[in-house]
């Protein structure tokens, strides 16, 4: 079972809001393990949302079982769902390591050993989008999470997400959230809100050094 990456660089809050939002772009490269349940989850599990206070987040499947968690009947997360699995987490964790990069095609397939061509229609054909797709994805996410938790400035706030260029920021913003950033700023996020409110703490998680052996 091929269940670990080396290093997600999110924080607990990062993982929570990619749990709400039942996020399937993230599964594989985290558990949500309720403490009150004792089941582990995948980031896009729809049942019902744990309370904050309860959750822990593991990066390795054998960590959340050894924790004595069990796997969620309704999501699965034990479960991998094609063999090519394991190339499309490996590419997609290195994107969300390597987002503030100037990232190339050629780059993620040159860490996952695959020729570019190869990786791009594997990677479209098991996630229904190109990996420069999902780099966007991961860049608007992060670009997100800043806008609502921190007061940085939209353009510091665009280069620290990785984009290159604050046009490239607000066309890719918008495509994802339908409002400018700073439209997005002034709305806020419940959610988030409610955890900076309770003052959760951002525990940075990091789990080994370098990637886990495949
Ligand atoms: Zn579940």
């Known amino acids: 079972m091929n269940g670990t990456v080396g290093t997600i660089r999110l924080s607990f809050e990062e993982m929570w809001e990619r749990i709400m939002a039942c996020d399937a772009r993230y599964d594989g490269m985290f558990f949500t393990a309720v403490k009150t349940t004792r089941i582990y989850c ?39 769902h094609s063999p090519w699995n394991g190339f499309i987490l490996e590419a997609r964790s290195f994107i969300v390591d ?21 990786l791009e229609r594997l990677f479209k054909q098991e996630t229904g989008e190109t990996p420069r797709m999902y780099l966007e994805k991961i860049r608007v996410d992060r670009a997100a999470h800043l806008l609502r938790c921190s007061e940085r400035p939209n353009l510091e706030v665009c280069y620290e ?29 419940p959610i988030v809100r409610e955890a900076i409110r309770r003052k959760a703490p951002e525990r940075e998680l990091k789990a080994g050094n370098g990637r886990a052996a495949r």
Do not use: W
């Not at 822990?56 to 069990?70: I, K, N, Q, S």
């Not at 390597?98 to 190869?118: C, F, G, N, P, T």
């Open 98 to 118: 390597h987002y503030r990069e100037d990232l190339r095609l050629k780059d993620i397939a040159d860490h996952v050993k695959l020729s570019a061509y190869y």
């Open 42 to 80: 995948r980031p896009s599990c729809r049942s019902r949302k744990p309370k904050q206070k309860n959750v822990e987040f593991y990066l390795h499947m054998t960590e959340v079982e050894a924790a004595g968690y069990r796997p969620c009947k309704r999501c699965q997360p034990e479960v991998e």
């Open 161 to 189: 997400a990785g984009f290159r260029t604050p046009s490239n920021f607000y066309k890719a913003f918008k495509r994802h959230h339908d409002c400018s950033p700073g439209e997005y700023r002034s709305q806020g996020a």
